[in-house]
């Protein structure tokens, strides 16, 4: 049998991958992996049962057993609804410190892979093509300039009322891309054969599009 087609798009933070993936998942009718939300969720376990974010082996072991549920969007660590809880910008930190452990990432391969059904998978994170599914049909590279990142991550947050400050999340933002790009394990790349799009000047829309045309063109 052959195994369902998968479209893996892979970026750095806040470059509207999350948005892009998850609308292009909807209008193919695809399923849907939030990959950087496994990694969050490790943070979030490890953050309350008090693991030190370099101790790869006990984090490594957390990550195994963690139960997680995704539905209608909401998500679930241990029965409890951790949606808002798992986007903090201090989670996200911790998300990205953990993420260079390999046992971190060996834990997590087997669920991003059950997520591969059909009729089909949109696939977000950074070693979604390069690593998790080296077969996509489809790769894409998603970006978009700091500056125009930090600026989106900002109007999301006024918009839901948090406070935030421009200097400090592009900052945060530097931070977590260098070592996202550096890192040994997995590093975020642009994998062979993927098509870069960049999107500072493009509206969602667009971004989409983009996405669907690519997808159209392979025949599918
Ligand atoms: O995409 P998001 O910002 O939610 O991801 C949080 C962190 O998880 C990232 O900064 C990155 O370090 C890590 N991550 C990863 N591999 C993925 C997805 C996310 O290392 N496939």
């Known amino acids: 049998m052959t195994l369902p087609p998968v479209i893996a798009i892979d970026g750095p933070t806040a470059s509207g991958k999350g948005t892009v993936a998850s609308l292009v998942a909807e209008k193919l009718g695809f399923h849907y992996l939030d990959s950087g939300a496994l990694y969050r969720l490790v943070a979030l376990a490890s953050e309350k049962e008090g693991i030190d974010v370099k101790n790869g082996p006990k984090l490594g072991v957390l990550a195994q057993k963690l139960v997680i549920s995704f539905e209608k969007g909401q998500i679930f660590l241990n029965g409890e609804n951790v949606t808002e809880a798992i986007r903090t910008e201090a989670i996200g930190l911790r ?126």
């Open 95 to 220: 998300a990205s410190a953990l993420a260079t452990h390999t046992e971190v990432r060996s834990a997590l391969v087997g669920l991003q892979h059950g997520f591969r059904q059909h009729p089909g998978l949109v696939a977000d994170g950074r070693d979604m093509a390069s690593v998790i599914f080296p077969d996509a049909i489809l790769k894409v590279f998603l970006t978009a300039s700091a500056q125009a990142r930090a600026e989106r991550r900002y109007k999301q947050l006024i918009a839901k009322g948090i406070s935030a400050k421009l200097d400090d999340l592009l900052r945060d933002l530097q931070e977590r891309d260098a070592r996202d790009s550096s890192r040994g394990a997995a590093p975020l790349i642009v994998a062979e054969g993927a098509k870069v799009l960049e999107t500072s000047d493009l509206s969602i829309d667009q971004a989409v599009k983009a996405v669907l045309d690519w997808y159209q063109s392979k025949g599918a």
